[in-house]
């Protein structure tokens, strides 16, 4: 009888343990030797953006090379350690994924505490007086390059010489995508009104639909014909304002053209400046599956094709060939180092 009774505290504890970090890991595809692990950055899967993302990656490395994954939805401050910690503990999950820059701290102490298997952090926060494990792989996108192009596509076709920005959490690396922004429409017109406004100085607000609601229908009212936002699931306010407000707004991470849908089919999504997360998580699961993971800062931009922007037969009726080609003409004078976008 006690040794029952023991069993049921230990089982308790497991649960318990699992509840603190908001959930257990959900499980995707058959039980293999080799799988990954996802947790997911705040807002979690459904964002229908950097997290989707990330969670699209996971999908496609089980598609095309069979590796089931598991993910655990995100939690705050010691909750995101003790998630990556637990997929670590698992002997068939070799490669774990950060989904965010907020990951930094605890996936750097994770991977120094279990060196045979491997990590990836999406948007690292980079801190060249701290060395990077081996057996992490830190990627950082050049969020300013890709930002730059759709603040001179903005510029161009706004009509009203006013456009607005609205950033998730305040923050160095929002304020790359404001600053890229910012910088290419003052860059293709200079007498452009740039509005900016956050939803937050922490985490929350990059899940506050309501602030980001808010904050565009005042830039809309302020003049504003155009709003990018980079802001997470608080973007989905966004696309609720500029629908009701029927002004165009410039998406995020994914293509993000169906959350600008109006009721006659159309879309209010201008474009997206988009990150390519899937890609880049779906080529470390392979590398680390292959023996070919490298571990260390990886930083890519519009030459690496780590960001780009969204022109399909969807858009392209909102984009005038001659801005289509100034555009063009700016990716490569980026490329080539003539135009810094920060």
């Not at 009774?5 to 603190?20: D, H």
């Not at 499980?27 to 950097?50: N, P, W």
């Not at 680390?288 to 094709?305: D, I, Q, R, V, W």
């Not at 909102?318 to 980026?334: N, T």
Request: proline share 4%; aromatic share 8%.
């Amino acid at each position: 009888m006690p040794a029952r009774l023991t069993r049921l505290k230990l089982a308790a504890a497991i649960f318990l343990c699992l509840a603190a970090i908001g959930c257990a890991p959900k499980e995707e595809g058959q039980k293999a030797a080799f799988k990954s692990g996802l947790v997911f950055d705040i807002g979690g899967r459904g964002d229908k953006s950097f997290n989707d993302a990330a969670f699209r990656g996971v999908e496609m490395a089980k598609e095309r090379y069979g590796v089931g994954f598991e993910y655990i939805e995100p939690g705050e401050g010691a909750d995101r350690e003790a998630a990556l910690r637990q997929l670590s503990s698992q002997s068939d999950v070799q490669i774990i994924i950060g989904a965010g820059f907020i990951f930094t701290d605890d996936i750097t102490a994770v991977a120094k505490e279990f060196p045979n298997k491997k990590y990836v952090c999406i948007d690292y926060s980079v801190d060249p007086t701290k060395p990077i494990p081996d057996n992490l792989a830190a990627i950082t996108f050049r969020e300013e390059e890709g930002s730059f192009l759709v603040g001179a596509l903005a510029a161009m076709v706004s009509k009203t010489g006013t456009i607005g920005f609205v950033g998730g959490m305040d923050s160095p690396l929002i304020r790359k995508f404001q600053k890229g922004y910012e910088n290419g429409a003052k860059y293709a017109r200079p007498d452009i009104k740039v509005l900016v406004g956050y939803a937050g100085l922490t985490g929350e607000g990059f899940k506050n639909p309501a602030k980001g609601k808010e904050l565009a229908l005042s830039q809309y009212d302020k003049g504003a014909d155009i709003i990018y936002h980079a802001s997470g699931i608080t973007g989905l306010g966004v696309f609720e304002a500029a629908r009701e407000k029927m002004r165009y707004v410039i998406g995020v991470d994914m293509n993000q053209e169906n959350e600008g849908r109006t009721p006659d089919g159309k879309t209010l999504t201008l474009t997206s400046m988009v990150k390519i997360v899937d890609e880049i998580v779906l080529n470390e699961i392979a590398a680390a599956k292959n023996g070919t993971f490298k571990g260390g800062h990886k930083s890519l931009g519009l030459a690496e094709k780590g960001v780009d922007y969204v022109y399909n037969d969807v858009n392209r009726s909102l984009i005038p060939d001659s801005v289509r080609a100034r555009v063009e003409a700016l990716r490569e004078k980026i490329i080539k180092g003539e135009i810094k976008p920060m």
